[in-house]
């Protein structure tokens, strides 16, 4: 059974870090781009980040440029997201996904596989 199982999720104050990691089991995705998406309560889900299968190549939305940095270890099968200067606006369930295709990833529709998610929550 292929799955993505994500970790790392946690309560932290305004201004703190956390790194979440999403592993994959089942079969390697070192081929695969991948991406964090998450959603806020009430919210539709949002695209976060992506990287494509060597990691020479990231994306990222507006809203976490320069403070989330998304990388990955094939050796490990592992994506991280690292959240430095966290708001409360970044609370949300962290989704971790992966597809063939970069662009899609990045669209955030249709893609290949999605994990369970964790929760992120940041206090004021």
């Known amino acids: 059974q292929v799955q993505l199982v994500e970790s790392g999720g946690g309560l932290v104050q305004a201004g703190g870090s956390l790194r979440l990691s999403c592993a994959a089991s089942?079969?390697?995705?070192?081929?695969?781009?991948k991406g964090w998406f998450r959603q806020a309560p009430g919210k539709e889900r949002e695209f976060v980040a992506a990287?494509?299968?060597?990691?020479?190549?990231?994306y990222y939305t507006d809203s976490v440029n320069g403070r989330f940095t998304i990388s990955r270890v094939n050796a490990k099968n592992t994506v991280y997201l690292q959240m430095n200067s966290l708001k409360p606006e970044d609370t949300a369930v962290y989704y971790c996904?992966?597809?063939?295709?970069?662009?899609?990833?990045?669209?955030?529709?249709?893609?290949?596989?999605w994990g369970q998610g964790t929760l992120v929550t940041v206090s004021s």
């Open positions: 089942g079969r390697t995705f070192s081929s695969y781009a």
């Open positions: 996904a992966a597809d063939q295709v970069f662009s899609t990833v990045v669209a955030g529709k249709y893609l290949e596989v």
């Open positions: 990287i494509n299968w060597s990691g020479a190549r990231t």
